[in-house]
């Protein structure tokens, strides 16, 4: 277990750069993910571990990828569904096999199926236990509810009581320290819809201010003008709490190195 969880969180500053690309489990070929192959093994070196899914990692990743593999262990509805009516959709066996290293569920505290997603849960935990494999609870927001502290507390804390290793959950510019504090397990932040890519990096330097673990980013990386460069800049502020400005400059600065317009 602890070995495992050392291949996502970096043992030197104890936080970790997840890069989320599980989105088609839901969603099918989100905007940047249609390539996987071609736009996001480029991104592979800067990224402590990779969530997605099981498909994705044995169609396309290759076998020498050495570092963390969080593999997407829950689904069921599309989104032209009630999202919240997810099962299991990983055997424990499998994810053995694929020498993974930690499983991702998803868990609709106060969702239509909280009860179920709950239930996959702790199924996924005790599994876990077994094999020696750390889980992930992912607080997942339905349509209609309210993201704030107060609901982020409920939410992370249940994850946590009921046996997760850590939780991946949203950034609220209100009282997040209070979700950080009163959660006994790390906390990644999820990345959520595209920002500004100044936005995103002050997002998640506040993020690891106020006590997060690192984050787990999706269309925050994928989606920017320059995703290596973006994951670079990220990289920087959660490893090593650059500040958000300088962060941007390095993220422009990359960004038109690959354009070849400071090697012109
Ligand atoms: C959301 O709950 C899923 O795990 C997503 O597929 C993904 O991780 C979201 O990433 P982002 O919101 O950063 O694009």
Do not use: W
């Not at 032209?80 to 868990?107: F, G, T, W």
């Not at 750390?134 to 804390?157: E, Q």
């Not at 600065?253 to 400071?262: A, F, I, R």
Request: aromatic share 8%; with cysteine.
């Amino acid at each position: 277990m602890q070995n495992r969880l050392a291949r996502i969180f970096s043992p030197s500053s104890g936080r970790t750069v997840m890069l989320a690309i599980d989105h088609g489990y839901f969603q099918g070929p989100t905007t940047g993910l249609e390539r996987v192959d071609v736009n996001i093994l480029p991104l592979l070196p800067y990224t402590n571990a990779l969530m997605l899914t099981r498909g994705i990692l044995r169609a396309i990743v290759p076998s020498s990828f050495n570092s963390g593999v969080v593999l997407r262990a829950s689904g069921g509805p599309s989104i032209l569904k009630e999202l919240s009516n997810e099962q299991l959709a990983v055997d424990i066996e499998d994810a053995a096999r694929l020498n993974v290293s930690a499983l991702a569920v998803q868990v609709y505290i106060g969702g239509e199926f909280e009860t179920q997603t709950v239930n996959n849960m702790t199924r996924l935990v005790d599994a876990g236990l077994r094999y020696g494999i750390p889980i992930l609870g992912v607080t997942a927001v339905g349509k209609a509810m309210v993201r704030d502290a107060k609901y982020f507390r409920l939410a992370c804390r249940i994850c946590a009581e009921l046996g997760v290793q850590f939780v991946k959950t949203y950034y609220v510019a209100e009282g997040f320290e209070t979700v950080t504090a009163s959660c006994p397990v790390p906390i990644v932040m999820a990345g959520g819809k595209k920002l500004p890519e100044l936005e995103a990096l002050t997002m998640a330097y506040r993020a690891v201010s106020e006590g997060a673990a690192g984050v787990d980013m999706g269309r925050n990386i994928f989606q920017a003008d320059a995703p290596t460069a973006m994951i670079q800049a990220v990289g920087k502020v959660v490893h090593e709490l650059m500040k958000p400005q300088q962060a941007f400059e390095l993220y422009e600065t990359l960004k038109y190195e690959k354009k070849g317009v400071l090697a012109s």
